[in-house]
């Protein structure tokens, strides 16, 4: 298989966690003269259900994504993962970890209600589970890794990288946690711009995120932007933490 550089660029240190050591990762993709505007759909599936309206919607508009799956979703929804399993031109499904316990050190540690990883060993746990069950169910090999909530600590994200995993971030929050309304979704959406890569969620069906997801991106769409999946895209790592690495999938 030819060989992809998967690079990734962190755009804003470290907003709103800083004070007690926990940030996100705000990524965009690396610009392309000449390529046209470009953005990326990512997809995390956490748990729960399979959003068949969301996914249905993408493969009849051909709108590549990258979907981030746990081992708790693969093992509950094999009817979904049978439809992304007959589309992987379309899609391509990477490491979400094994149970959804953010990427985060430390006993007594939560992120949004969530208990946090009791030390290290645990943490590559999580990961390589994960990554074993995408593998198994999907016959490909993940490189990339995005922790349970999409936030991290230092040490957590230092682990990820000597595993040989780049750890994806994102620009534009598209759902928040598939909470948001139709238009406050649509809303985001029409602030995107050339690079930016969404997050979104495909767990939750009775939310509206398939609803507000398809108009938004359908007027990007109309609007001539170009969407790829990040094994495809050439990205560039700048983080100031200097514990995130370059990756070349072969």
């Known amino acids: 298989m030819k060989k992809l550089i998967l690079l990734l660029a962190l755009l804003a240190a470290r907003p709103a966690w800083a004070g007690d050591g926990l940030f996100e990762l705000h990524d965009r993709l690396a610009v392309q003269a000449g390529a046209g505007p470009r ?4 997809l995390d599936a956490c748990g729960g259900d399979y959003d068949g309206n969301l996914i249905d919607f993408l493969i009849r508009n051909r709108i ?4 981030f799956a746990t081992k708790k979703w693969l093992d509950r929804n094999p009817a979904g993962l049978a439809v992304i399993k007959a589309h992987l031109d379309l899609f391509d499904v990477e490491d979400h970890g094994e149970n959804h316990v953010p990427a985060v050190i430390g006993a007594g540690r939560r992120v949004y209600g969530i208990a946090a990883e009791p030390d290290v060993s645990h943490l590559e746990r ?10 198994a169910a999907t016959g490909i090999t993940p490189h990339v890794y995005r922790g349970a909530t999409a936030i991290y600590d230092a ?10 995993y780049v750890v994806a971030g994102f620009s534009v929050n598209a759902d928040a946690g598939a909470t948001l309304s139709r238009a406050a979704i649509e809303a ?9 890569i969404i997050i979104a969620h495909m767990n939750k069906p ?15 769409v109309r609007k001539g932007y170009k969407f790829v999946r990040l094994d495809q ?14 990756r070349t999938r072969g």
């Open 126 to 135: 999580e990961v390589a589970a994960g990554a074993q069950a995408v593998a």
């Open 233 to 246: 895209a050439g990205l560039v790592a700048v983080d100031d933490a200097a514990v995130r690495v370059k």
């Open 188 to 196: 985001r959406l029409r602030n995107v711009r050339d690079g930016d």
């Open 155 to 164: 040490q957590a994200l230092a682990a990820i990288n000597r595993m040989g």
């Open 64 to 67: 590549p994504a990258t979907i």
């Open 206 to 220: 009775k939310s509206d995120s398939a609803e507000g997801l398809a108009a938004g991106l359908s007027e990007l």
């Open 39 to 42: 953005v990326a759909l990512t």
